[in-house]
């Protein structure tokens, strides 16, 4: 997997340096990553990681869509290790909850 849009908050903010190479065997086949988003002309949504590198709109494994206050992991988080999973896990929360009380204001 991928990071495709590196300029995201999601990709950085609080936690940096996320990394999504190095995918574990938990499941015997590791090279199924689950389902795949492609956005569709004229999405807002956008995919922050995804299976090809050079892609922004097809192959997606993590999609940021309602205006930041929804993420969509299509892999299991047992495709990471825990000290891996669980930075981007505290970015997902802090980004879509700041995004959330943003929007109420």
């Not at 995918?23 to 569709?40: A, E, H, I, R």
């Not at 922050?48 to 993420?71: E, F, I, M, P, Y």
Request: proline residues 6%; glycine residues 2%.
């Amino acid at each position: 997997m991928w990071p495709v849009n590196f300029d995201h908050p999601i990709m950085r903010v609080p936690n940096i340096n996320l990394t999504f190479t190095d995918v574990n065997s938990f499941w015997p086949y590791y090279t199924d990553l689950g389902d795949l988003v492609m956005l569709v002309p004229g999405s807002s949504a956008k995919i922050l990681v995804a299976q090809k590198s050079d892609t922004t709109t097809t192959h997606g494994t993590v999609t940021a869509c309602v205006n930041d206050r929804l993420v969509i992991q299509t892999f299991s988080s047992h495709q990471l290790y825990y000290d891996e999973i669980e930075p981007l896990w505290e970015n997902y929360i802090y980004n879509t909850l700041k995004m959330r009380l943003e929007s109420q204001r």
